[in-house]
């Protein structure tokens, strides 16, 4: 909201009060100014000139060239268009090099052959109005050579006040409230307003009726009938109050309705008398009724939409926008003006509904106070009064509704203010304060019973809390020492998922030298697509952000798989993670809510490996080392990938034959791992030059938190030396090499310490339809160093149970 | 000339002509070794005339202590000469670019988020968490937001079904009310986390951001001790004194509501061209105040264990993208959910 410092000042004498420190306290206690500008600084920059000579143009003729003083030695030679350009005019001349409204910068002209250096403006020209028939034609007495603003008295400062900070203060939505809040910061009267209704005629009142099903909707509406108006352009004062305000000055009936609105934050209504001939009617619109606004839009409407109506027909949408039909015309003499209360939500909801959001239904979805009613119409009918003095009210006004003046006071004591605010304020300090907002105090015993002013009781002020706000932001929150809070001391609460997802992080981006990524809940239909996922339930948006993005994710790597092309493209090794959580809507909780899920998601992607790679080069392999070192490391022990049949359920990212799940050693699964499916390589945008090795993995933190993790029993130092040995087995091509591992084991009867692949061969010297892979052990025993004869018994041992299943060891 | 001698004067001889570890190994294998040559001469000692013994094993005995002499001060002279060749240097280039090491790295939220847990833990304050789909009823009802809040309208909320029972919580100040359910007052807690708008998108606005929501409920909470908190934590957190204003702002679950706005940490207040806080010299940090008693009730309402005559508390709650882009002076909030690793990688 803009407001005029000017205006303000109508309210409140603000003299020796710099407009920065205006806003500055207005910020500090009350609402955010966010700008504070000089009004109009291009009015400045325009020179009083005076025509001297006018002569047609000798080559067109609707131009004239004229010699005007600008207070110079030299007049100024310029080419004007305007019929009522002539000599002896005060005009208002930009000379070459000011910059107009619009980024309109005046320079050294030829027109039609005649040169022009300046130009003589129209009041649409400096923004200060609508007329474009001619030059504006300045008071005699402005002295030629002085700048404009200053000439006419227009200087002004705007400041602009962030409509989000007046949310619950329907009374700061005009100047008025806004100087009262001013006269209190700074210890000054409000200076009192006449707004009461003038004498009327004694014709019969306007005819008003509210539907008893609309009661709620609108309760109050006054009717006033004006009569000899005369549509004119308003007089300099309020078009330069209007334009600082922000308000493009119309003509003078809309702008008085206007400054009424700007002025004490209600709006109001001027109808075409004629066009109301049958009466005035609120009611709800019937199931799909049909009105044209002001605008020309043609609105479809419902029973929740209340409507002002004339002989059944509408006239106005109620508090949004009048009607097409009843709008005021230049020859219109008789008017009504309709000043109302209306109900905030429905206004609201009709003004989205039908996208006609506007300064009358901003004002309206606060919750007006219903005592401006009579007051607005009492504003307007004197401000238009001085202006057109000959205006008459040929009938009282007509003021119907269920509206009761609030009777609400608030009981405080002063001893909660200074507990609440924590400073030492004395009773006289506080009961001064709330009195110098208008609130009514009366003390009996210590407390006080506070009565609410009517412009904050219609939703701001209900309980003392408010009251104590109201003491402390004139006093200055700043005011305030800051003090340590005193408690308990008590160790934080431990949160062992916290402690877990720290624990994932740092090795992940440490050792492991993962990235960490954040992706977004939302997943688009065409990635869900992609992934085959679309049938999967999710919980969806009903309205999203973007089309198609509607689906909030039930794991998060999904999110991850959307990021690799990306990152592929500016590098070979891509490893990311992230952690977060998934919404699963088939398990709701006791009050509908989906089940919540927390999850860890890997996704690893690299150049595919080469054909004569390691058997240990794959990208499943490695990311299987990250998982197994995780869960190691948070002290899960050994963890094993068993394959999945090939009937079971897996991820649709995950490729049908090379995943497993992820187990500890108890057997409980924590996650899966896999290949990305061969036929998402393309739709991910992995292939040509990003053609990659893909595996993904998910950790189920959840299913960690459930887990037993084994008791942590570090290995005492060997007191005897290990003997190192390498072996190799022949097997059957499809015998898993976990099986194998086990094999070693047992026959080791608890020597084999450690053991690990470090070949994997297929191919010449070996049967076909066999393997062969080849280990290096550590052998050790707790009570004597190892002998010729144990290591000789133990591959006996090995030979035998290999051959019994269908193995060979292999001896070089 | 006996044997012993020959064998003396070869043994010798070679040593002499070592220049390198690996022959003195050679000569020590060869004479010293188990199938040494001395090892041969003693040996064949038994095979000699009786009177020869002696003689033989006397000399066998000191060629052997010669040569592990002879051999220790090679060794010595070698290993002399390699540490000074090494110290010589060579054309050793320190400027050579060096070999990278791999690296991972933490998201820069990760990192703000964990380094203001770690601050509020050390005043005693737990971590808490919530749901992000949430239930109406904790992210608007209870948090005293009316039906008919315009913070409620579509424009700003996801709604998760049509009856708008479920929503995208639009803030962590829910997690106030689900905290206060399970606690019994005093307590103090932060509660980190993810919240969606749907609003416009730029530079400074996504609709998925992060927050972290502090509460604190006892008795005797006071206005001071709000700023007294969040001024120790900025001071933290910036690791100096930073500058405070507290003004009015609307909230409808804090009674009185504030705003609290931070000396902006670029310009220190001075305004003029600055970027970060536009000239203002402010940057807004906060929305923060007392409870509102109508939250409390909704938390703690119907307890026997709960006096809510005596309950009070301040609340707050700040974006954690902002303080983020603060820190690290970033100008576009999309990059930190965008997973370019060419932007998270420096983190």
Redesign the interface.
């Known amino acids: 909201m803009f407001v005029s410092i000017k205006w303000l000042g109508r309210h409140v004498d603000l003299t020796g009060i710099a407009p920065e420190d205006l806003a500055r306290e207005l910020?500090?206690?009350?609402?955010?100014v966010e700008g504070c500008e000089p009004f109009a600084p291009h009015l400045g920059a325009i020179t009083v000139g005076l025509v001297r000579e006018r002569v047609a143009h000798p080559d067109a003729d609707r131009l004239s060239v004229c010699t005007v003083e600008i207070g110079a030695e030299e007049p100024l030679t310029i080419v004007c268009g305007a019929p009522n350009v002539r000599a002896g005019l005060k005009v208002a001349v930009a000379t070459v090099g000011t910059v107009l409204p619009g980024d309109f910068k005046i320079k050294k002209a030829k027109i039609r052959g005649q040169a022009s250096s300046g130009m003589i403006c129209s009041l649409a020209e400096l923004d200060l109005g609508a007329d474009h028939d001619g030059i504006w034609e300045l008071p005699e007495e402005a002295p030629v050579g002085s700048d404009l603003a200053s000439a006419l008295g227009l200087e002004d400062w705007v400041l602009e006040i962030d409509n989000?900070?007046l949310?619950?203060?329907p009374d700061l939505w005009g100047h008025r409230g806004l100087a009262r809040e001013v006269a209190a910061i700074f210890g000054r009267p409000l200076l009192p307003l006449d707004t009461s209704i003038p004498a009327c005629g004694a014709g019969p009142p306007p005819q008003v009726t509210i539907e008893e099903s609309a009661a709620e909707l609108c309760p109050r509406y006054l009717a006033l009938a004006l009569d000899g108006v005369r549509v004119e352009p308003s007089p300099l004062w309020l078009r330069c109050l209007l334009a600082a305000a922000g308000q493009r000055p119309l003509d003078l009936l809309v702008d008085l309705s206007n400054f009424v609105m700007l002025d004490l934050g209600q709006p109001n209504h001027l109808f075409d008398r004629a066009a109301v001939a049958d009466g005035i009617e609120v009611r709800r619109a019937a199931a799909a009724e049909e009105m044209v606004t002001l605008d020309e839009g043609r609105h479809t409407l419902g029973s929740e939409d209340l409507l002002i109506c004339s002989g059944q027909r509408p006239v106005a949408l109620a508090g949004v926008m009048g009607g097409a039909d009843s709008k005021v015309a230049p020859e219109t003499r008789e008017l009504l003006l309709e000043v109302a209360n209306f109900h905030?939500?429905t206004v609201?909801r009709t003004a989205?509904r039908t996208g006609l959001r506007s300064e009358s239904s901003a004002r309206f979805?606060k919750n007006l106070d219903g005592e401006l009613v009579p007051a607005a119409a009492g504003h307007l009918v004197r401000t238009l009064l001085s202006i057109q003095p000959e205006v008459t009210l040929p009938s009282p006004p007509m003021d119907v509704g269920v509206y009761a003046t609030p009777d609400l006071s608030v009981e405080l004591s002063p001893e909660m203010v200074r507990?609440?605010?924590?400073?030492e304020l004395d009773d006289n300090h506080i009961s001064t304060s709330l009195a110098s907002l208008g609130f009514d105090i009366t003390a009996a015993n210590g407390v006080y019973s506070v009565g609410v002013p009517s412009w904050r009781a219609t939703k701001d002020i209900s309980?003392a809390?408010?009251l104590?706000?109201e003491v402390?932001?004139l006093h200055g929150?700043?005011n305030?020492?800051?003090?340590?809070?005193v408690?308990?001391?008590?160790p934080?609460?431990h949160?062992a998922?916290?402690t877990l997802v720290?624990a994932l992080?740092?090795r992940?981006?440490?050792g492991?030298?993962?990235?960490?990524?954040?992706?977004?809940?939302?997943l688009h239909a065409e990635l869900c697509e992609r992934l085959g996922i679309c049938d999967q339930p999710h919980?969806?948006?009903?309205?999203?952000?973007a089309e198609g993005e509607d689906r909030?994710r039930r794991s998060v790597l999904p999110?991850l798989l959307?990021?690799l092309e990306?990152?592929r493209r500016?590098?070979e090794?891509?490893?990311?993670f992230e952690i977060g959580?998934g919404?699963l809507p088939e398990e709701p909780g006791d009050?509908?809510?989906?089940r919540?899920i927390h999850e860890l998601g890997l996704a690893w992607s690299v150049p595919p490996s080469d054909k004569g790679a390691a058997f240990d080069d794959g990208a499943f392999s490695r990311l299987a080392g990250v998982m197994e070192d995780l869960l190691a490391q948070l002290g899960f022990g050994c963890a094993s990938f068993v394959g999945l049949a090939p009937d079971a359920g897996r991820p649709a990212w995950a490729h049908p034959g090379r995943g497993a799940l992820c187990s500890l050693a108890d057997g409980t699964a924590v996650g899966f791992i896999a290949e990305l499916e061969p036929g998402l390589h393309r739709p991910l945008g992995l292939m040509d030059d990003l053609v990659s090795d893909v595996a993904c993995a998910t950790l189920s933190l959840d299913a960690l938190l459930a887990a037993e993790k084994p008791a942590f029993r570090p290995r005492k130092l060997p007191r005897f030396p290990e003997t190192k040995v390498d072996v190799a087995l022949a097997c059957p091509a499809a015998m898993p090499a976990g099986d194998l591992a086990a094999m070693i084991e047992r026959a080791g009867k608890g020597l084999v310490g450690d053991l690990e692949l470090f070949d994997l061969y297929r191919g010449a010297n070996l049967p076909t339809g066999q393997k062969s892979l080849a280990w290096h052990l550590r052998l050790r025993a707790e009570d004597r160093t190892l002998g010729e004869n144990d290591v000789a018994r133990f591959l006996g041992r090995l030979e035998r149970a290999a051959a019994a299943a269908d193995c060979t060891l292999r001896r070089d | 000339m006996e044997a012993h001698a020959e064998l003396r004067d070869e043994a010798l001889a070679r040593l002499a002509a070592c220049t390198e570890l690996a022959e003195l190994r050679s000569v020590e294998k060869d004479y010293l070794g188990p199938e040494g040559a001395i090892g041969a001469l003693l040996a064949s000692i038994p095979s000699l005339p009786k009177e020869e013994r002696p003689k033989v094993g006397a000399a066998a005995n000191r060629l052997k202590k010669e040569l592990e002499a002879g051999l220790d001060k090679a060794r010595g002279e070698l290993e002399t000469a390699r540490v000074a060749a090494e110290r010589a240097g060579g054309d050793f280039d320190p400027s050579l670019p060096p070999r990278r090491a791999a690296r991972g790295s933490l998201h820069p939220l990760t990192k703000v988020r964990r380094e203001v847990e770690r601050i509020f833990s050390s005043m005693g304050y737990d971590i808490a968490d919530g749901p992000e789909v949430e239930l109406d009823y904790y992210n608007f009802q209870a948090l005293n937001i009316p039906v008919d809040h315009p913070s409620r309208e579509m424009q700003d909320t996801f709604y998760c079904d049509e009856e708008h029972h479920l929503v995208m919580r639009t803030q962590t100040s829910p997690v106030q009310i689900r905290v206060m359910e399970q606690r019994q007052p005093p307590f103090r807690l932060i509660a980190p986390g993810r919240v969606f708008r749907n609003e416009e998108q730029d530079a400074t606005h996504n609709h998925t951001f992060h927050q972290v929501e502090g509460l604190v409920v006892g008795e005797g909470i006071q206005v001071g001790h709000l700023t007294g908190t969040l001024k120790g934590f900025l001071a933290e957190l910036f690791q100096r004194q930073v500058q405070v204003r507290l003004r009015p702002g609307y909230f409808p679950f804090v009674e009185p509501g504030f705003e609290l706005d931070v000396a902006c940490p670029f310009c220190d207040e001075k305004g003029g061209t600055c970027r970060v806080c536009k000239g203002v010299g402010w940057v807004e940090f906060c929305g923060c105040g007392l409870v509102h008693p109508e939250v409390l009730a909704a938390g703690f309402g119907g307890r026997d264990d709960v006096d809510l005559d005596k309950l009070t508390g301040f609340a707050f709650g700040f974006g954690l993208d902002r303080l983020v882009m603060l820190r690290y002076g970033l100008d576009d909030i999309r990059n930190l959910m965008g997973g370019d690793l060419r932007f998270l990688e420096q983190f």
């Open positions: 910020t500090l206690r009350t609402a955010e989000k900070s949310t619950h203060r905030g939500t609201r989205m979805e507990e609440r605010l924590g400073v309980i809390e408010d104590v706000e402390g932001r929150y700043d305030i020492p800051p003090r340590p809070l408690g308990e001391l008590t934080p609460l949160d998922r916290r720290e992080q740092d992940l981006a440490g492991a030298r993962f990235h960490e990524v954040l992706g977004y809940s939302f919980v969806r948006l009903v309205n999203p952000v909030v999110s959307g990021r990306i990152n500016q590098r090794r891509v490893a990311i959580k919404y009050r509908g809510q989906p919540e």
